[in-house]
């Protein structure tokens, strides 16, 4: 019975250690993603907070359950190395797929169509290169050349606020800078300001 309460305490011991150093870590990530990818209020465009606590506590919770699980004093240093090694490349894969999905978020451009503001995010971009910048949707004139292509992406789903082919790039300051700019995103009405750091979203 001693022996057995011993093995789980050490069990414990390494599964808490797992945690307060996971914690740490993911702790450090999630602060360099913020400031990296969501300062000046771009965190205010999604649901950045509720995703990435959904990702980040999965990866969290993930290695100290199977460091409890698969670890052992009663097990050989070798095979607790290899089950270790295991959980570790389960919890930087669980990583790496959950940056991918927070990456999705960011903001990929800004476009005004109809005197409205729109926000596309990266995983809404059809486009390749992801620069921030603002454009005017340029809608192609009734039987112009273009008109014909402009249909038949409205019949397949795209939305005009996604289709860059008819973007016409615009200096922020000419719109945001006097007074700020109301911006349709994904949480609702953000306004957006025009400063000598770029973008501002508050």
Same mark, same amino acid.
């Given at each position: 019975?001693?022996?057995?309460?011993?093995?789980?305490?050490?069990?414990?011991?390494? $599964? &808490?250690? =797992?945690?307060?150093?996971?914690?740490?870590?993911?702790?450090?990530?999630?602060?360099? @993603?913020?400031?990296?990818?969501?300062? =000046?209020?771009?965190? @205010?465009?999604? #649901?950045?907070?509720?995703?990435?606590?959904?990702?980040? $506590?999965?990866?969290?919770?993930?290695?100290?359950?199977?460091?409890?699980?698969?670890?052992?004093?009663?097990?050989?240093?070798?095979?607790? $190395?290899?089950?270790?090694?295991?959980?570790?490349?389960?919890?930087?894969?669980?990583?790496?797929?959950?940056?991918?999905?927070? #990456?999705?978020?960011?903001?990929?451009?800004?476009?005004?169509?109809?005197? /409205?503001?729109?926000?596309?995010?990266? $995983?809404?971009?059809?486009?390749?290169?992801?620069?921030?910048?603002?454009?005017?949707?340029?809608?192609?004139?009734?039987?112009?050349?273009?008109?014909?292509?402009?249909? +038949?992406?409205?019949? =397949?789903?795209?939305?005009?606020?996604?289709?860059?082919?008819?973007?016409?790039?615009?200096?922020?300051?000419?719109?945001?800078?006097?007074?700020?700019?109301?911006?349709? /995103?994904? /949480?609702? @009405?953000?306004? @957006?300001?025009?400063?000598?750091?770029? +973008?501002?979203? &508050?």
């Amino acid at each position: 019975m001693q022996n057995t309460l011993k093995v789980y305490r050490t069990k414990f011991v390494w $599964s &808490f250690i =797992h945690f307060l150093v996971g914690s740490l870590f993911l702790f450090i990530v999630a602060t360099w @993603l913020f400031f990296s990818w969501f300062n =000046h209020g771009r965190y @205010l465009l999604t #649901d950045l907070l509720g995703i990435t606590v959904i990702i980040l $506590s999965i990866d969290l919770i993930l290695g100290p359950i199977f460091n409890f699980w698969l670890l052992s004093p009663l097990k050989s240093k070798r095979e607790n $190395s290899i089950n270790f090694g295991c959980i570790l490349m389960l919890q930087i894969v669980s990583l790496a797929y959950g940056i991918t999905q927070i #990456d999705g978020q960011r903001l990929a451009y800004i476009v005004k169509w109809q005197n /409205s503001y729109f926000t596309v995010l990266k $995983s809404e971009d059809r486009r390749v290169n992801h620069e921030e910048a603002l454009y005017h949707f340029n809608e192609p004139t009734v039987q112009s050349n273009e008109r014909a292509f402009y249909e +038949m992406m409205i019949k =397949h789903a795209v939305p005009p606020i996604e289709m860059y082919e008819y973007f016409v790039e615009v200096p922020l300051s000419s719109e945001c800078n006097e007074s700020p700019c109301e911006v349709i /995103s994904k /949480s609702g @009405l953000v306004k @957006l300001k025009s400063t000598k750091e770029g +973008m501002v979203f &508050f």
